[in-house]
């Protein structure tokens, strides 16, 4: 793999969309070449996944069928986006990628980590991200943030007890892994923010 794969991770409404753009300026700016992808989504296959899976008017999912769908999507990303890229030397820029699972489902949802760890392991084979940035706020924040853009999706209609668990579990696993998790304190301002941002990716690709 001669590209470099990043992902941008944090609860609902705290900034991913926002400042991914702004780390693809800051990469192109050193002449780096960059795709920016997301997930659930990312091949058209996978971006129909989305569709159901944010869908709040249609049958009930069930946990296990999230789980799975989360991982199905995340094959076609990798097999078909993620590692084509990589191997042409283009960096990776990812909206979500496996530690939301590791946070929704595994946190959120009270999932069992192993069955997580194992699917990870079986769709992944070695790849993880080379870094993440975690951007991290109360929930209510976020929460108040992304209500200001409209409509609420499946996800965003859990209760604040859900995104408490998934803010944990993000933490958790910043803890466990400092080396490659940084977080970023996201109740800033967005200006605060980027500078944040600037300084783990400058430190990243010095
Ligand atoms: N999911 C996903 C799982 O359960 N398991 C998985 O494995 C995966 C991959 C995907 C959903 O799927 C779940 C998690 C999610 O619920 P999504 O749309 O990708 O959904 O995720 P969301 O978090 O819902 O995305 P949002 O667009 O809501 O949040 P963002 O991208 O974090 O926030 P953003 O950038 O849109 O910003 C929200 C608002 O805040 C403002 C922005 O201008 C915008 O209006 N804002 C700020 N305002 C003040 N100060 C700042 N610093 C600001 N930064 C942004």
């Given at each position: 793999m001669l590209g470099r794969f990043i992902s941008l991770e944090g609860g609902e409404g705290v900034g991913k969309?926002?400042?991914i753009a702004y780390i693809q300026?800051?990469?192109?700016?050193?002449?780096?070449?960059?795709?920016?992808?997301?997930?659930?989504?990312?091949t058209p296959l996978a971006e129909a996944m989305r569709q159901l899976l944010l869908d709040k008017n249609q049958e009930e999912i069930t946990e296990q069928a999230e789980l799975l769908?989360?991982?199905?999507?995340?094959?076609?990303?990798?097999?078909?986006?993620i590692k084509p890229a990589l191997e042409r030397g283009v960096w990776v820029l990812?909206?979500?990628?496996?530690?939301?699972?590791?946070?929704?489902?595994?946190?959120?949802r009270a999932m069992d980590i192993t069955t997580i760890h194992w699917l990870e392991n079986f769709v992944q084979g070695e790849l993880r991200p080379d870094l993440?940035?975690?951007?991290d706020?109360?929930?209510?924040?976020?929460?108040?943030?992304?209500?200001?853009?409209?409509?609420?999706?499946?996800?965003?209609?859990?209760?604040?007890?859900?995104?408490?668990?998934?803010?944990?579990a993000y933490?958790?696993?910043?803890?466990?892994?400092?080396e490659r998790i940084k977080v970023v304190d996201a109740t800033q301002t967005l200006e605060l923010v980027q500078a944040s941002i600037h300084q783990s990716i400058s430190q990243f690709y010095l």
């Open positions: 969309t926002t400042n300026s800051l990469l192109e700016e050193q002449n780096i070449s960059v795709l920016l992808t997301r997930e659930p989504g990312g769908m989360m991982f199905a999507a995340r094959a076609q990303h990798i097999k078909h986006v990812c909206d979500r990628f496996t530690d939301s699972t590791y946070a929704y489902q595994g946190g959120g993440t940035l975690l951007l706020a109360p929930v209510q924040v976020g929460m108040n943030r992304a209500a200001q853009r409209g409509k609420l999706d499946r996800f965003e209609l859990e209760k604040i007890t859900f995104f408490e668990k998934v803010r944990q933490l958790a696993l910043a803890e466990q892994q400092p």
